[in-house]
């Protein structure tokens, strides 16, 4: 190749180079970005969501013997399903990752033989109440905070009674409701 050439095709790729970079310098002047003064996203936090929520007061919640009254246990069957990854709901039946739930209502609290309960669940004391157990299934932790459980808990009141009510069929003598 000779030199003439060699400096044409040199210069042609360097101009080609020039060019693109003079290209992107234009359009980042025409298309600026907008870049905000603190880089990163905003997220929400519970402060803007607090107020309008103080605001508007939630309903009051039913209590839990007018709930009982309108429980359906085939309904909270349906609901109990999510348990039986580790619960067991049989007369007789071993424990699972959790203790068998058969006759669970009036029973006293962490007493399944061979079952290791955590700490705090055995400091509780006391027998399983339907209310008790309501408190329990809405949130475990914050019940018993050492518990080993890892279910984070139903909120929704009338789904909870419908599987207290579904507990009250896993009874040869089963626990009254308590009155209204």
Sequence with gaps: MHAAEFNKTALAGLGSILFVILLIAFS??????????????????GETAA???????????????????????????????????????????????????????????????GFAYSDSLKAMGGDWTYEKLDHWIANPKGMASGTKMAFPGEKEPQKRADILAYLQTLSDSPVPFPAK
């Design 28 to 45: 980042n002047l025409v298309f600026a970005p907008n870049r905000p003064a603190v880089p990163g996203y905003a997220l929400p936090t």
């Design 51 to 113: 107020a309008p929520a103080a605001a508007a007061a939630p309903a009051p919640e039913e209590p839990l013997p007018v709930l009982l009254a309108k429980a359906d246990a085939k309904k909270g069957a349906q609901d109990a399903k999510v348990c039986t990854t580790c619960h067991n709901f049989d007369k007789g039946g071993a424990a699972k990752v959790g203790p068998d739930l058969w006759g669970v209502v009036g029973r006293p609290i962490a007493s399944v033989a």
